[in-house]
C-alpha cells in the first residue's frame, strides 16, 4: 500500500492527502515544527472499497474484517520505532475548510500503540459513513461525492503544556487579537473542555492574563498502555501559569507566519516538550465572520422568543408585540442610566428590535449589540461587557454612542444607587402593578364589548395601552434582577459548595408554592378529581367537548352537575387566557373557546390522573436535600452561609416574581385579544371583511388608520386574500434556522445559516433542569392539540409556553429543544418534580416518536437507546 510521507513535497493532493494532510505537508515543508507523520492516501482506501463493494453496509462489514499488509504495519513500525505512540486522526477533503469544519465528527485515536494501529485505522476510517457525518453533509448542503478520507498516522507529543490559539478573536473575527488557551499535560483535557485553562489575550495593549486555578492534567496512561489518566496537580502548579513569557511570543509570532502563508488567521492546536514547541494541526477560523458584511448586516436570533411566539405569527399580533418591545426597551435603557438624547436620536434602533421572518418572530441581534453599546459601562469595558451579556457577534458602533469614560464613570454610580434603592422597592411596585392590573383589568371585564362600534372599541383599546402598557416599569425590573440573582446563585453555588450535583442551584428553586405557573395544573387535575369520584360524572363528560360543555351550560338541577360547571367556570374566570400560544393575539383562549379546556379536562379523566396520582413531593425533597447540603458543607462558614442564603432568598422571590408577572402579562394580552376579536366582529357586520378572525392579518396601525381615515387602501378584502395565501405557504414551508445571517435588504437576502445538532453518535446533550433518570419512548409533539394524553411517553416538542402545562402530568419525561434554565418549561418542570432537559440543538432532527431514550434531568445528556 502507498504512503504519503512528509517528505513528498510533489503530492498537494487535496482529494487523497485531505484537508488536514495537506495542510501538514505544507507546514512541513514550510519549516514549522510538524512532529513527524504518514498518510494514507483516500485514493488507495478508496480502491480497496471499489475493488469489493459498493453499497453502505457492505462498505461498513469490509472495512471492520480487513486486515492491513503485514509489510504496511512493518514499514508504519520501521519508520515511528516498535514502541512509539501515534495518533491516528482523519484527514477528509472537505474538513477544515472555511465554509465547512466537520468539527469532531470524524474519530481521532491518541496515543495508539503499533500494537492496536490495525483497529485504530478502521475506527478512523469507518467514521466517514456514520450517520452524524451523513446529517452534516445534508445541513451544509454539500455533496456527499465530494467527500473522500485520508489517514494520518501521526507522533505522538506526550506534552509538557497543551493548547489552543487563534491568530484572530474568534468571537468576532478581530484580526487585531489574538487568543491562546493552554494547560499542563495533553490537550485533550482542553479540546474536551474536562480541564480549565489558562487564556491569554494578546492586542496592541499588550497580553492579558486569565490565570485559571487549574486541578488536573491528562497524562499519557502508562499502566494500561493506552489512552489517558487524570492526575492531580501540585499546589504550586494549580496557579502557576502554563506558558512564559518568551513561549506567549513564540506563538504569537507563529499565529503570524501561518497567517502571512495561508492568507487568513489560522486555529492551531500546539504542544510544548521540554520546551520546544510543536504544531500539531492548522486550519482557517471558521465564523460567521467571513463573508462581508453590508451596513445591513443583521444577526437574527428566536431561541429565546419562540417560548413566547411559537410558530407562525399573524400581522396584527407582531404589530402589537412589535411597538410593546420598542417602549420596553426604551424605558429600560432609561432606568440603566442611557441619556435620553441618545434614546431619541436612536428610535430607529428600538423600532427594529424585532423581525418577522416568513411569519416567525426574530430577534434581531444587531439592534441588541448597539442598545448594549448605550450603556454606560460599554465605555469602561466593551468586550467584559459583551461576554456578560452573552453577545457574541460585533456589528460596527455609531461614535455618537461612545460617551467619555469620565462621563460613564458618574452615569454609572448615578445608576447604580438608582438600582440600588429600585431593587429594593421592587416588592412594593409589584404589589402596585398587580393593583393596578386588577382594577383595569375588572373594569374592561365589565364592559359589554358586544354592544360597543368599532370606533368605540378603538378607543378603549388605545385608553387601556396608556393606563397599563405603558407602565411596565415593575416586570422590566423584575426581569432584570432575576437574570443578575438566578447568576449570582450559580455562581455562588459553585464556589461555596463545589458539590457533585450540577443541578443545586435549580433544586434550591424547588417547591415554591407562590409561584402561579402550577396552579392551573393543579386546578384542572382538581377537576378531574372531582369528576373521577362519581361515576355518573364521569358518563355525563363523555362525548365531543362542545356538546359536554353545551350540556354543562344547560343543566339547571342535578347539584353535581351544577357544582361541576362552577368550578369549570370558576376556572375559566381565574385562568381562561392561560393557553397555547398565549400571547398571540389570533390564539382561541379557553375564555373564548372553553370546549379546549373540557378536551384537556377529559383527556385527565380517561387516563385517571387525579390529585393522588400527581402528588409526589420530588419537588420538596430535590430543595431539602439541596437546603441540607448548604448546612453540612457551610456549617462553620458563617458568613458565607448567610451570604449564599441572602441570594437564594432574593433569587426565589424574582424568579417567582417573573413568572407571575408573565401571567399578568398574559391577562393583559386577554383584554387585547379580545377588544380586536370584537373590531372583527363589527367590520364583518359592515362586510369589511369575510370572516371575522381576518382581523389577525391587518397590521394594528391599518385597523387604526381605516376607522380614522388614515388608511392608504380601502380594500380590505383583497389584502387579507393576499396575506392568508402568504402566511399559509409560510406553514408549509421549512422555518428558517434557530441563528441566522442576512446582507442587505433583509426580504430579498439570502437567509445564511443552518441548524447544528448536539449528537454524538447516538448521544443528545442539553440543558438539565429537574434531575432524574427516565427510560421510556418519546412522543415528538408539534402542537398539544395534537393529542389528549401522553400516557407516560417522553415529551419532546420544539419549544412550550405556559399553555403546555396540562400535557405535562402524562409525561414521564420533558425534553425541549429550545429554552433556558428560566424558560417556562425549566420552572415548572421543577414545580412538578418532572426531569426535564431544555436547549437540546438539532433535537426535532435527531429524535422521531417511538424512539426509546434514557434522559437525566442532572447532567442533561440523552441516549438514544432504539430507532424506530
Not at 433535537?843 to 424506530?868: F, H, P, R, T, Y
Request: with cysteine; charged share 25%.
Amino acid at each position: 500500500m502507498k504512503i504519503i510521507s512528509e517528505n513528498d513535497i510533489e503530492i498537494i493532493d487535496i482529494k487523497n492527502a485531505g484537508g488536514k494532510g495537506t495542510n501538514l505537508i505544507h507546514l512541513k515543508n514550510q519549516g514549522f515544527p510538524v512532529p513527524k507523520f504518514i498518510i494514507i492516501p483516500a485514493n488507495e482506501l478508496t480502491d480497496l472499497i471499489s475493488q469489493n463493494v459498493n453499497d453502505d453496509n457492505a462498505i461498513i462489514n469490509f472495512i471492520e474484517n480487513y486486515r492491513f499488509p503485514d509489510k504496511f504495519i512493518q514499514d508504519i513500525e520501521g519508520l515511528f520505532g516498535n514502541q512509539a505512540l501515534l495518533a491516528v486522526r482523519s484527514s477528509a477533503s472537505m474538513e477544515d475548510g472555511q465554509e465547512s469544519s466537520f468539527a469532531g465528527l470524524f474519530e481521532s485515536m491518541m496515543y495508539v500503540p503499533i500494537s492496536d494501529i490495525q483497529s485504530a485505522i478502521r475506527k478512523v476510517w469507518l467514521s466517514v459513513y456514520a450517520e452524524r457525518v451523513k446529517k452534516y453533509i445534508h445541513s451544509k448542503k454539500l455533496d456527499s461525492r465530494h467527500l473522500s478520507i485520508a489517514i494520518i498516522l501521526q507522533e505522538m507529543v506526550e506534552a509538557d503544556v497543551s493548547g489552543v490559539a487563534f491568530g484572530a478573536n474568534p468571537a468576532d473575527g478581530n484580526e487585531e487579537e489574538q487568543i491562546i488557551n493552554a494547560v499542563f499535560g495533553a490537550g485533550e483535557g482542553l479540546v474536551s473542555g474536562q480541564l480549565d485553562a489558562d487564556m491569554y489575550l494578546i492586542n496592541a495593549a499588550g497580553i492579558k492574563e486569565e490565570i485559571a486555578d487549574k486541578k488536573h492534567q491528562l497524562l499519557f496512561d502508562d499502566q494500561r498502555g493506552h489512552g489517558l489518566k487524570k492526575v492531580t496537580l501540585t499546589t504550586e502548579k494549580q496557579k502557576q501559569s502554563t506558558l512564559n513569557s518568551s513561549q506567549i511570543s513564540e506563538l504569537k509570532t507563529l499565529l503570524s507566519q501561518l497567517r502571512n502563508h495561508f492568507k487568513a488567521p489560522q486555529d492551531i492546536e500546539f504542544a510544548y516538550r521540554n520546551k520546544e514547541l510543536y504544531l500539531l494541526q492548522s486550519r482557517p477560523i471558521t465564523t460567521g465572520n467571513n463573508k462581508s458584511k453590508t451596513e445591513n448586516y443583521i444577526l437574527w436570533d428566536n431561541s429565546n422568543i419562540i417560548e413566547s411566539y411559537p410558530g407562525v405569527t399573524t400581522p396584527l399580533t407582531f404589530s402589537f408585540i412589535s411597538q410593546s418591545y420598542q417602549q420596553a426597551y426604551q424605558l429600560f435603557s432609561a432606568y440603566m442610566g442611557v441619556d435620553p438624547k441618545v434614546i431619541a436620536k436612536n428610535q430607529q434602533v428600538f423600532k427594529n428590535t424585532l423581525g418577522l421572518i416568513r411569519g416567525r418572530v426574530y430577534y434581531n441581534l444587531k439592534t441588541w449589540y448597539l442598545m448594549l453599546a448605550m450603556l454606560p459601562g460599554y465605555s469602561l469595558n466593551a468586550r467584559y461587557m459583551e461576554t456578560m451579556m452573552g453577545v457574541k457577534e460585533r456589528f460596527d458602533i455609531p461614535k455618537d454612542y461612545i460617551i467619555s469614560k469620565g462621563q460613564a464613570y458618574w452615569s454609572i454610580a448615578k445608576t447604580a444607587f438608582k438600582m440600588l434603592k429600585r431593587m429594593f422597592s421592587l416588592p412594593r411596585k409589584r404589589k402596585e402593578f398587580m393593583l393596578l392590573l386588577e382594577e383595569i383589568i375588572s373594569q374592561y371585564k365589565a364592559i359589554d364589548f358586544n354592544s360597543k362600534s368599532a370606533p368605540e372599541l378603538l378607543k378603549l383599546y388605545l385608553d387601556f395601552e396608556q393606563q397599563l402598557l405603558n407602565q411596565w416599569k415593575a416586570p422590566l425590573l423584575n426581569d432584570f434582577f432575576a437574570m443578575i440573582w438566578f447568576g449570582s446563585l450559580q455562581k455562588s453555588t459553585v464556589k461555596y459548595l463545589k458539590s457533585e450535583n450540577p443541578n443545586i442551584h435549580n433544586d434550591l428553586l424547588c417547591g415554591s408554592s407562590d409561584i402561579i405557573s402550577t396552579q392551573p395544573i393543579h386546578r384542572s387535575i382538581a377537576i378531574a378529581t372531582f369528576i373521577n369520584q362519581d361515576e355518573d360524572l364521569k358518563a355525563f363528560f363523555e362525548g365531543s367537548p362542545e356538546i359536554v360543555w353545551k350540556n354543562l351550560q344547560s343543566e339547571k338541577t342535578d347539584p353535581d352537575i351544577l357544582a361541576l360547571n362552577k368550578k369549570i367556570e370558576d376556572y375559566i374566570h381565574d385562568f381562561g387566557e392561560r393557553c397555547v400560544g398565549e400571547l398571540k393575539l389570533e390564539t382561541l383562549s379557553y375564555e373564548q373557546a372553553p370546549e379546549q379546556l373540557i378536551r384537556v379536562l377529559q383527556s385527565y379523566v380517561q387516563q385517571n390522573i387525579t390529585v393522588k396520582s400527581t402528588s409526589g413531593n420530588l419537588e420538596l425533597e430535590l430543595r431539602a436535600n439541596a437546603e441540607k447540603e448548604i448546612q453540612e458543607k457551610l456549617r462553620f462558614k458563617f458568613i458565607k452561609k448567610w451570604w449564599l442564603r441572602y441570594i437564594l432568598k432574593n433569587t426565589r422571590q424574582l424568579v417567582s416574581g417573573r413568572e407571575n408577572l408573565r401571567y399578568e402579562r398574559t391577562r393583559a394580552f386577554g383584554i387585547v385579544r379580545m377588544l380586536f376579536s370584537h373590531i372583527g366582529k363589527r367590520f364583518y357586520e359592515e362586510d369589511l371583511i369575510e370572516n371575522s378572525r381576518d382581523i389577525f392579518y391587518l397590521t394594528k396601525s391599518e385597523i387604526e388608520g381605516y376607522i380614522e381615515g388614515r388608511a392608504v387602501f380601502s380594500d380590505l378584502k383583497s389584502n387579507i386574500t393576499i396575506r392568508k395565501a402568504e402566511y399559509e405557504r409560510f406553514e408549509t414551508e421549512e422555518p428558517p434556522p434557530e441563528r441566522f445571517s442576512t446582507n442587505g435588504i433583509v426580504y430579498s437576502s439570502e437567509i445564511s445559516g443552518s441548524e447544528e445538532t448536539s449528537s454524538n453518535d447516538g448521544e443528545l446533550k442539553g440543558i438539565g433542569c429537574c434531575p432524574g433518570k427516565v427510560r421510556a419512548k418519546v412522543r415528538l409533539v408539534k402542537h398539544p392539540n395534537e393529542v389528549d394524553s401522553l400516557n407516560g411517553d417522553i415529551l419532546v416538542t420544539s419549544s412550550t409556553d405556559p399553555g403546555w402545562v396540562t400535557l405535562f402530568p402524562s409525561a414521564s419525561g420533558i425534553i425541549v429543544e429550545r429554552g433556558s434554565l428560566l424558560s417556562h418549561s425549566a420552572i415548572v418542570s421543577r414545580e412538578m418534580g418532572i426531569p426535564c432537559i431544555v436547549s437540546v440543538t438539532g433535537l426535532l432532527k435527531q429524535l422521531k416518536s417511538g424512539d426509546e431514550v434514557l434522559m437525566d434531568g442532572s447532567s442533561g445528556i440523552i441516549k438514544i437507546l432504539e430507532a424506530k
